[in-house]
């Protein structure tokens, strides 16, 4: 082990080498996905698929890590960004950078251990979990909204939902139904533009990291644990979400096992 990753050996002999080795693809790079970024390549990650088609405007500097005054006035990249903050840190990594829709270059995805989502939409999570199903990735999704109470003060809300091949997926915990998924629809793209704030950001992308470097290094020795977990922001907390703890499938019924592989179409 070097000396540079001394002071998290209680990870084990062989976490440095996995994680120079773990392919990672993260879909946005804003608020969350900006602090994912860092953060992995802090621990020594040093494999990134990144995908973000947007620039760096003003309002992005209360939270988009990585990012300068001189980035907003320059309109920069925030996939530049990205992968100035990964060789700052990881001179040696591999940085794809897709300023562009997923869907527009997925083959890249493919090669992932794992897949990070931080998008707005419930549309855009369903997108990438149905991906992550059927190449067998691990996927970890974090969303966080801010609504108003019943007694017109702000409400922080946010999850952390951790989506493995054979597990439940987000349907079967609730995190996505087609209620939500229709009346998004019917907004018509009003949905984006949702509140973020760095704190915020910040815990659901440490906690997911936390999850992802837990599932590649065990270093919990932990059975199970959580697939879903709720951050509380007006009372500072993150305890394992309130759907996850209700009767959930053993088995998925959403993404059958022969469902897997790129699909082949055929004329009929």
Not at 26 to 46: C, D, E, P, W, Y
Not at 93 to 117: K, P, Y
Not at 144 to 153: F, L
Request: include cysteine.
């Amino acid at each position: 082990m070097s000396e540079r990753s001394s002071r998290q050996s209680f990870l084990g002999e062989q976490f440095e080498q996995a994680a120079a080795e773990c392919i990672v693809g993260i879909v946005g790079l804003g608020g969350g996905g900006s602090h994912i970024v860092q953060q992995l390549a802090h621990i020594g990650f040093q494999n990134f698929i990144l995908y973000d088609g947007d620039v760096v405007e003003e309002s992005n500097l209360t939270r988009l890590v990585g990012a300068t005054n001189a980035d907003a006035l320059a309109a920069t990249k925030k996939i530049d960004v990205a992968k100035r903050l990964i060789l700052g840190l990881q001179p040696g990594a591999s940085v794809t950078a897709n300023d562009c829709r997923w869907q527009s270059s997925a083959e890249a995805l493919m090669g992932c251990h794992f897949i990070f989502g931080c998008v707005d939409t419930f549309s855009g999570r369903s997108e990438l979990e149905a991906f992550a199903r059927r190449y067998l990735i691990s996927y970890i999704d974090i969303g966080m909204d801010v609504t108003i109470g019943t007694d017109g003060r702000p409400v922080m809300g946010g999850q952390v939902t951790v989506s493995l091949p054979g597990q439940p997926c987000m349907r079967c915990l609730g995190i996505l139904t087609e209620k939500r998924l229709s009346e998004e629809a019917l907004a018509y793209g009003d949905v984006g533009g949702r509140p973020q704030v760095v704190w915020a950001n910040g815990i659901l992308a440490s906690t997911a990291v936390g999850r992802a470097v837990d599932l590649l290094s065990d270093w919990t020795g932990r059975d199970t644990a959580p697939l879903c977990l709720s951050f509380d922001g007006n009372r500072e907390e993150v305890k394992p979400h309130w759907m996850g703890r209700n009767r959930i499938p053993v088995i998925c019924d959403h993404y059958p096992a022969d469902q897997v592989g790129t699909p082949i179409f055929t004329n009929l």
